[in-house]
C-alpha cells in the first residue's frame, strides 16, 4: 500500500530528506508531502550578509515550489500548529489536518533567551529572512536617526553571543557600516561595535590561536569584545552586564543560544532538554515512525557530549533519514547514522574568515577561508539544484 510520507519543516534537514525520499521511493510506493511555515527555503547560514545588507534576499531566500519541482512532492505553506503523534495526524493553524503513515520532523530550533528580563522583548534574533531584514531596516534607520539626534546610543551596535552567528554578523557590520555611514553623512568613528560573550573565548569550536586572529581581524576594524561577562537583563535601550557595565543602545542582536522547537518538544517524543531523543537509524527513541532531521533532535556523540546543531549535521541526518524511510518501507535494512563533520568556518565580513577543514582539522585564514566558506555555500547550493539564486 502507498505510503503517505509528512514532513514537517523545510530547512536543511527537511528539504534533503524529502529529495533523497524522492531518489529511493517511487510515487507509486510513497505520497510525500513537505509542509514548511514559509513558501522559501532559507539560507540560514548566510542570513548575517542579509541582515548587514551585503547580499540580496533573494540569494538567501529560495522558492521551495522551484527546488521540488518535477519531484512529485506535495508542498504545503503553513504553520504547523499540533502533532497527534498517537493517531498519526497533524493539526495546521488554518485548520487544516493531515494524516500520515511516516512523519519526519526537521522544525529546526529556536533563540533560547534563558529567561534574561527584557531580553526577548527588546532585542532583534536572526533565525530568519524576515529577522535580517527587520535587522537591516533597524541599522540603516538607527544611522539616519543619529545623524539628526546625535545620541551615542544610536550609534552603538551590540551583538550578544560570541558563536558562529553573532561572530559572523558583527563582522558583516564591521565591513557595512563605514559604507551605510558615509552614504548618510555620519562619520564611522562615530560608531560604536561590540560583542558581548559569557565564556572567555569566542568561536569555541576553533583551536585558540584561529579564536586569536579573529579577535584581532575584527578589533582592527572597530569591534570592541567583552568576554567572559554574561548579560543580565535588557531593558528600553541598555543592556546590563553581570560585571556591573551597562551599554546603552538602541541595538541589540541576541545570538547568544538556541533551544529545541516547541512543538516537538510538546508532541509526546521522547526529549532531552527540548530536543527530540533518537535511536542510531534517525528515529524517535519512544515512536519509530517518526524520523528526526537537523537541529531540533539530539545526536549524542561516542564521547557522551551531544553534537552542537549545524547546518552540515541537518543535511547529514536529513539524508541519513531519507535513507532510513526508503530502507524502511522496502523491506531493507536501515543504516546507523555517523555523522561525517568536515569541518567549521566562520566569516569575518567580506574577504577575511577563519576555519579548520577536512578530518584532521587544516586550519584556513584570511581570504582563503574566506572563499572556502563561499565555495561551501555554492556547493549546497548546487546539490539542491538552487544556483539559480545566485544569477537573479
Ligand atoms: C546567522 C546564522 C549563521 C549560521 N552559520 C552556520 C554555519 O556557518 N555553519 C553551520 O553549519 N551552521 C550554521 N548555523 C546553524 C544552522 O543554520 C542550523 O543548524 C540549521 O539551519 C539547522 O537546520 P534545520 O533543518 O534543523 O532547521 P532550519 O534550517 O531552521 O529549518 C527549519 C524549518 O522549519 C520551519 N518551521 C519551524 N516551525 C514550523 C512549524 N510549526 N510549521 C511549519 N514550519 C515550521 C521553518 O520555517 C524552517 O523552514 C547558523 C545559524 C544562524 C542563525
Not at 553571543?161 to 563582522?171: F, P, Y
Not at 535513507?323 to 523491506?331: D, H, L, R
Request: a positive charge; glycine letters at 12%.
Amino acid at each position: 500500500m502507498r505510503k503517505r510520507i509528512v514532513i514537517l519543516g523545510g530547512g536543511y534537514g527537511g528539504l534533503i530528506c524529502a529529495r533523497t525520499v524522492r531518489t529511493h521511493l517511487s510515487p507509486q510506493q510513497a505520497a510525500v508531502t513537505m509542509i514548511n511555515r514559509h513558501p522559501t527555503h532559507q539560507i540560514v547560514t548566510e542570513l548575517h550578509r542579509l541582515a548587514a545588507g551585503n547580499v540580496s534576499q533573494h540569494a538567501v531566500s529560495l522558492p521551495l515550489e522551484r527546488l521540488l519541482k518535477r519531484k512529485e512532492i506535495a508542498l504545503q505553506i503553513g504553520t504547523a500548529s499540533s502533532i497527534d503523534i498517537q493517531g498519526g495526524g497533524i493539526r495546521m493553524d488554518s485548520g487544516d489536518s493531515l494524516e500520515y503513515d511516516v512523519l519526519v520532523l526537521a522544525l529546526g530550533s529556536e533563540t533560547n533567551y534563558f529567561g534574561i528580563p527584557g531580553l526577548q522583548e527588546n532585542s532583534f534574533s536572526l533565525k530568519s529572512v524576515a529577522d535580517a531584514n527587520r535587522i537591516h531596516a533597524h541599522l540603516v534607520q538607527q544611522i539616519r536617526q543619529f545623524k539628526l539626534t546625535g545620541d551615542r546610543s544610536d550609534a552603538t551596535f551590540v551583538v550578544g553571543g560570541g558563536g558562529l552567528s553573532g561572530v559572523e554578523l558583527i563582522g558583516e557590520f564591521a565591513d557595512e557600516l563605514p559604507g551605510i555611514c558615509r552614504r548618510h553623512g555620519v562619520s564611522f568613528e562615530d560608531i560604536r561595535l561590540y560583542l558581548i560573550e559569557a565564556m572567555p573565548t569566542i568561536l569555541p569550536m576553533l583551536p585558540p590561536h584561529l579564536m586569536q586572529r579573529a579577535i584581532s581581524s575584527l578589533e582592527a576594524r572597530g569591534v570592541r569584545f567583552i568576554l567572559g561577562c554574561p548579560v543580565i537583563g535588557m531593558r528600553d535601550r541598555a543592556v546590563s552586564l553581570k560585571d556591573g557595565t551597562v551599554i546603552q543602545t538602541g541595538t541589540f542582536v541576541w545570538t547568544g543560544g538556541v533551544k529545541g522547537n516547541p512543538l516537538v518538544a510538546g508532541c509526546g517524543i521522547e526529549v532531552e532538554r527540548g530536543r527530540a531523543k533518537v535511536n542510531p537509524f534517525l528515529q524517535s527513541a519512544s515512536h519509530p515512525s517518526v524520523f528526526l532531521a537537523g537541529d531540533c533532535a539530539v545526536v549524542m556523540h561516542y564521547n557522551g557530549k551531544p553534537y552542537p546543531p549545524s547546518a552540515q549535521l541537518a543535511m547529514q541526518m536529513g539524508r541519513r533519514a531519507g535513507e532510513n524511510i526508503a530502507a524502511s518501507i522496502q523491506g531493507k535494512r536501515m543504516k546507523a547514522f555517523h555523522p561525517q563533520l568536515t569541518g567549521t568556518l566562520a566569516s569575518l565580513g567580506r574577504k577575511d574568515g577563519v576555519g579548520t577543514i577536512g578530518k584532521r582539522g587544516i586550519t584556513l585564514k584570511g581570504p582563503a577561508a574566506s572563499m572556502m566558506k563561499k565555495a561551501s555555500n555554492v556547493r549546497y547550493l548546487s546539490s539542491i539544484n538552487g544556483l539559480f539564486s545566485l544569477l537573479q
